[in-house]
């Protein structure tokens, strides 16, 4: 009997542990199907949600095309182009499903947070292209030129620095959730005892003066402040959240984060409407990707421009950008200009496709819907102050000159050699008038040494991506150093009797004055010749800023304090003690410390009284609020962040102007010589400026001649090419261009095609003693429609394939959005309808007219016998059965008079029977 249970058990032992394995594999099968069906649903309802949200803003901008409020032209200035909505969009649809699928708990087990798991969200929701690495091109132009996205100037990490690709973190997020909602989300979460104060209640109290507390720069020129701004709208672009509009929206309802107004502000409005920033993909992804399951990644933003100084103001950020900002028939390798419009002769920047609304002012006097088109440059802010227009206009113009140059140098050149080569030096200048002449004044000489120090070379360790902490809040220190009036000067450098100074607020979004006030010159005079505004920490922020802040003729305005306060929590940056920390400055704890790094005691004892607690100081205020170094426009805080940044996007850059293969020894000492100043009297009318344009100076004393401020000498570009019967250049390539460099000391010729197509054949032929050893390539339109993943065209449009392009097409009464892709209901009636409507129209006047006719037909019959008929002085009776009888004047014939052959006298009436 003990043998027996002895077998028995022994089997029951061996058959668990061989049926068990496939009985748990099985189960695992089926939950792993129930959990995929599971995801798919959630995601599919994201993207609905999402969707909808998105149609919806578009449909209401559509209907409020004729208003342009100062929240939309925020939202469209900050419009990034097709590529980087689509990764916002799948961005958002990511983090919605990770919420609702409850993966952002901080514990979540790892079977939860499967490899397997979050690599399927990232590709349902369509991340997951945009995370992948790019692609690098392994041609001799590797080390020559950069791709405009970018992308693999580290050939180890290829997306450092590339548009459309998360601000680096230099310090963890804090978000009040851990994962997404911004610092002051909830208004009983407390910070060290205390809740973070309103924004706006911060701006009134600590910020905001009138526009006359202005104390000017009694060293630098309004030119310092517009070059930073211009250089910020180089490397960084943060869009806006468009899964809702946020407009309206009063309530904290993600990705709608609005200011609130204190409770005595008037009812209407009772907040200023503010979106969240774009999500990057990657956020709550990332982690899949690094192997790291422990947690989700906390909710990053994008970054839609390369954050490399490469002039992306002046050539766009994207392939798509920089194919619309090109000349394709004009000279070889030039840029567009403005067809309708010329400034003495020299080229205005060209406009953008109007938009609906468009976000720019009209002249005074136009018609009230008609509306003065953007300026179109490499950033879509160009049109925003008349100064920035400027600088923008100013490059526009030397690539223009600069391309004609090497074009007359190098006649065998190819367009894009000319186009890459003219890229190339403007690049390198804004490098050199950045690092050289700007950073050292803002930091001041010891910060600069101590953060930014002499070049040592390219190292391919340091990642230059843009940080958060620089792009949302060190570097808009500038914003404290705008002055409140527009100054424009006649040739003399006074006053023009006929442009007084404007404010602010009247010059914002309005390309007209440009075109019709006088052109750039003006406006230049007044960068080189009057000074900045000093940044006081008791005169921050002038009122242009704070109150009329995109105003133009509509109601409603903006506040960039609070803007710029609000920004920051969105994005979850640590408070200000936690960046001192980063930066080996000690931290403040007390008011009495607190004084130490700010002498003014009045703002401290406003920020304590608003904070409670010095860790709780949004890292912006307490930034701007510091005494200003040495020499320097910045504190300390801001002098470690931004030296810090400086260094990593020269240092991490691989085609840096100063790195020995970017240029040859004698180029790069040419570029040396070169300056803004020079910049300025290459491309206008001004014939005197001041030496260092930085530097604010009298006129006539402080100014030179053109003719004495050096510039570059473009003989060391000269390229000595001797052509033979062996490998001489092809012919030009249908929409594309070859490129010519040497590889291992052969001839090569690099092949591209542009936008909209694509290479067929071999991209690279070099020189044999046969010859070229391949046939040039061609370039075959790319037929965007049939991109199965990369659907250019929202679903409720037909995409249409055109050459080099598409075009995303509406059915009736439906039109295109502004994004030029989605279709919203136009609220009008189908033609078809119209149609209809006429037709049934005009059917029923037809039927009318026959009836009447019939009636007529009959009436005349009946009138035959029943008119009375005088014989003499008789009458004859009307026959019986008249129903209706009335009388017509006979200056118009009836029927029954032409009967009896009379015409009856003028006034006479005949009665007529029906």
Known sequence: MRKHTIVAVTLVVVCAGVLLPFISRGKGLLWGKARNAHVRSVLEASERMVDRAIYASLERNHRKRDITSPSQLLSFSKLPEPTSRAISRAAEIAEASIQALGLTQPLASPEVLSEELLNMIANLSGCLPYMLPPKCPNTCLANKYRLITGACNNREHPTWGASNTALARWLPPAYEDGFSQPRGWNPDFLYHGFRLPP??????????????????????????????????????????????????????????????????????PQCLSFSRSAAACGSGLRSALLANLSAAAARQQMNALTSFLDASTVYGSSAAAERDLR??????????????????????????????????????????????????????????????????????????????????????????????????????????????????????????????????????????????????????????????????????????????????????????????????????????????????????????????????????????????????????????NAWRELCGLPRLQTPAELRRAVANRSVVDRIMALYGHTDNIDVWLGGLVEDLLPGARTGP???????????????????????????????????????????????????HVPRDAFRVGRFPQDFESCEHIPGLDLEPWREMFLQDDRCSFPDKVDNGDFVHCEDSGKRVLVYSCRHGYELQGQEQVTCTPDGWDAQPPICKDVDECADPVRAPCHPSARCRNTKGSFQCLCADPYVLAEDARTCIDSGRLPRASWVSLVLGALLVGVLAGVTWMVICRWTHSATESTLPVTEGDAEVPAQQGCKICWEVGTSMYSAAALDLEQEPAYGSQIPLCM
């Open 199 to 268: 924004v706006r209640e911060v701006t009134t109290q600590v910020i905001r003066v009138p526009n006359e507390a202005v104390t000017e720069d009694d060293q630098y020129s309004d030119f310092l402040t517009v070059w930073g701004q211009y250089i910020d709208h180089d490397i960084a672009l943060t869009p806006q959240s468009s899964s809702a509009d946020c407009q309206l929206a009063c309530e904290n309802r993600s990705p709608c984060f609005p200011i609130q107004l204190p409770a005595d502000t008037p009812p209407v």
């Open 327 to 576: 000349d394709w028939t004009a000279g070889p390798g030039r840029l567009r200009v403005n067809a309708r419009h010329r400034d003495a002769g020299r080229a205005f920047l060209p406009f953008a496709p109007l938009r609906t609304p468009a976000a720019c002012a009209p002249a005074p006097g136009a018609p009230r819907l008609t509306r003065m088109p953007c300026f179109l440059a490499g950033d879509g802010r160009a049109s925003e102050v008349p100064g920035l227009a400027a600088l923008h206009t100013l490059w526009l113009r030397e690539h223009n000159r600069l391309a004609a140059a090497l074009e007359a140098l190098n006649p065998h050149w190819s367009a894009e050699t000319v186009y890459q080569e003219a890229r190339k030096v403007v690049g390198a200048l804004h490098q050199i008038i950045t690092l050289r002449d700007y950073v050292p004044r803002i930091l001041g000489p010891d910060a600069f040494r101590q953060y930014v120090g002499p070049y040592e070379g390219y190292n391919s360790t340091v990642n230059p991506t843009v940080s958060n902490v620089f792009s949302t809040a060190a570097f808009r220190f500038g914003h404290a150093t705008i002055h409140p009036l527009a100054r424009r000067l006649d040739a003399t450098f006074e006053d023009h009797p006929d442009l007084p100074p404007l404010l602010l607020g009247d010059a914002f979004f309005s390309p007209w004055r440009l075109i019709q006030e006088g052109g750039v010159d003006p406006i230049l005079r007044g960068l080189l010749a009057r000074p900045a505004k000093l940044q006081v920490p008791e005169q921050l922020m002038n009122e242009e800023l704070t109150e009329r802040l995109f105003v133009l003729s509509t109601p409603g305005s903006l506040d960039l304090a609070s803007l710029n306060l609000q920004r920051g929590r969105d994005h979850g940056l640590p408070g200000y």
């Open 637 to 687: 805080l801001f002098a470690c962040i931004i030296g810090k940044q400086m260094k990593a996007l020269r240092d991490g850059d691989r085609l840096w102007w100063e790195n020995s293969p970017v240029f040859t020894e004698a180029q790069r000492r040419q570029l040396g010589k070169h300056s803004l100043s020079r910049v300025v009297c290459d491309n206008s009318g001004l014939t």
